[in-house]
């Protein structure tokens, strides 16, 4: 018998996730197991929930880490809010905007999907626009484009939706702890995140917020939430506060491991942060510049933690990635989509954002090229 | 700054779920987390789904781990098969019976439930005179009835099922690890597991498998799987044979964790694991006579993993449970629904499934009544 795990390699993870994970976080994550009803993992969730809500930049009571990974938060958000036949207004820019269309889709809603070109930023003019034509009980964008690298303009879509009865659900699944999120402040009422992007946990746990109004829109729903493990409602028993009932048993040590990750982006300090994924990001883009690659996406609307790069004629980016994977150790991405061979996708995630890292990458791609 | 994970006690799980964990799980748990598209990490899946037959006796192609905890399981085994109006008989004597009812009938199925007083098996005899009333597209039920620490004639069930076209579905949660299970030999179309239970690995990720009539009966589904996160044909995608087309981020190292769990019994051997349960069982069941406690289930239907044990009159339960926890650091759980305050419910599951594990809880037991 044979045992493949001795065997793991350690892999420099600079692609779209999951990211590096620092050895604090793995050394909660594998912590004593306590019991689910615990006083004291209670505790660690009442702290938990704390950690997130300053990520979010909300102070929304429903805020919460689901027992799944990232994609389960996008699944959490509709399936509370969607009945059949509600009018879903999706602004589409990449593949993480059309699985929001299936995915609503699937749960009966009346899906309007506006799409945008690819690599290019959501056009608030044309949303303004669709917003003038129908009520739309949801409107959803994607903040950053994993698939593509784009920030969307989520400040600005949630102005536009002020004043309006539409709820209003962002995905900052790689935006969180990498780019200010302010759900709040934007008028965001449903946010999802994830854990293996810039907040550097292994996936497993998914942080996601509702607002009052969210909130009040999954009470006044007329049919029960399709989805028993992903019911706000009953989590909400669980992990609000009074008495705790039991619904499903969450993944204890993902929790500790999600905790540990927070804690550690609070102890930096969490503009510090930022600061770091601008700080390397830009190092990346000299590098880049040296060996002649160009951004797909314009400078206003980059992501530091996600630079998506053109990949110049000639170069045969699966071999590049290949070579880098089997030989220095590195992982990046190819692309999604209409995006698969066209360009490369490199994370600059959380505990892994440090200028030490692009020098190896760009070194590394240097002697491949 | 305080970081509470620093606090966290070492407790002895010995309550319904989560159970113990091995060091060397642990240690898996923590391994360096590496891509989900990498090729070594496909390669421990791929060995990972065959350990996985071996514990569900089965052959199924489609045998998976779910990134979720065990509850997902329930909702992708119903999700997945289940359409509106559809007949789904499901036998019911316990709080996962019941919680099957209320899954399935979130997702549209016309639920027909057969109730059976908790603590007693399901009645085969009554089973087979529903069946001749009706035509069913499933017939679920729990083998391993956490809340009651019944362990239902599964087998027989399923026998009465062969030739007809109902799918049997049945949840293996606390089965799988700790008494044999059988999917291809009872006739079994659908069976999902918990890692957190007689696996001893931390909860977050549940071993799932479908039979080829299953799978078949997914494939001609008139509506898509009103869950994109649980879809076992995207799943399958990315879980299957040849070209891996990305779903969603899987827990990876919650995979090694259960990779790691699945290993230890593997090389322990299987039915040497089986009889160490039993072994244990009937240790516990020798100190709970020195101190005058009765089981609540007949002996035949007990689960040597799952005890649930009659409280004496004039006994706190609750504070009883309070003390082994604060000062003994012995977690063992309360009844739930029905029986809440009228029994205790005692895990001797995988890692912790150890004589001496008992011994402990016994003289602790002693000391405090």
């Given amino acids: 018998m044979y045992n493949s795990l001795d065997d793991i390699p350690a892999t420099l993870l600079l692609g779209a996730g999951p990211s590096g994970v620092a050895p604090s976080t793995y050394h909660a994550l594998s912590k004593s ?103 739309y009980k949801i409107v959803a964008v994607v903040f950053a484009e994993t698939s593509t690298g784009v920030r969307n303009p989520a400040k600005e879509i949630g102005d536009l939706l002020k004043g309006t009865d539409a709820l209003y659900l962002v995905d900052a699944v790689t935006a969180i702890g990498g780019i200010p999120v302010e759900a709040d402040n934007w008028g965001v009422d449903i946010c999802y995140a994830g854990g293996q992007k810039c907040l550097s946990c292994p996936p497993g746990a998914s ?51 999600l905790y540990q990750a927070v804690y550690n982006i609070l102890e930096e300090g969490i503009d510090n942060v930022f600061a770091r994924h601008e700080r390397v990001h830009k190092h990346l883009a000299k590098g880049l510049a040296e060996i002649g690659w160009a951004f797909l996406v314009d400078e206003p609307y980059r992501l530091p933690e996600l630079n998506t790069v053109v990949v110049p004629e000639g170069v045969d980016e699966a071999a590049l990635r290949k070579r880098l994977l089997n030989e220095y150790h590195i992982e990046i991405n190819g692309g999604l989509g209409a995006l698969a061979g066209k360009i490369v996708r490199i994370g600059l995630m959380g505990y892994n954002a440090k200028e030490e890292n692009v020098d190896r990458l760009i070194t590394a791609m240097k002697e491949i090229l």
Same sequence: chains 1, 2.
Wanted: aromatic share 10%.
């Fill in 33 to 135: 197991i306590i019991g689910h009803m615990d006083p004291f993992f209670i505790r660690i969730m009442d702290e938990l929930k704390d950690g997130l809500r300053l990520l979010f930049g909300t102070r929304n009571e429903l805020t919460v880490p689901l027992s799944g990974t990232g994609s389960s938060g996008m699944e959490a958000a509709f399936v509370n809010l969607v009945e059949k036949g509600d009018k879903v207004l999706i602004l589409q820019n990449g593949v993480f905007g059309t699985r929001m269309v299936d995915v609503a889709g699937r749960l009966g809603a009346e899906v309007t999907e506006l799409a945008f070109e690819w690599g290019k930023p959501v056009d608030v003019d044309r949303v303004a626009d669709q917003l003038g034509k129908d009520r």
């Fill in 207 to 257: 942080p996601i917020t509702f607002s009052d109004r969210a909130v009040e829109a999954i009470k006044n729903r007329k049919t029960k939430v399709p989805n028993w493990y992903l019911d706000m409602t009953l989590l909400t028993a669980y992990w609000g506060g009074g008495t705790r009932v039991y619904h499903h048993t969450p993944p204890v040590n993902m929790m500790y491991a």
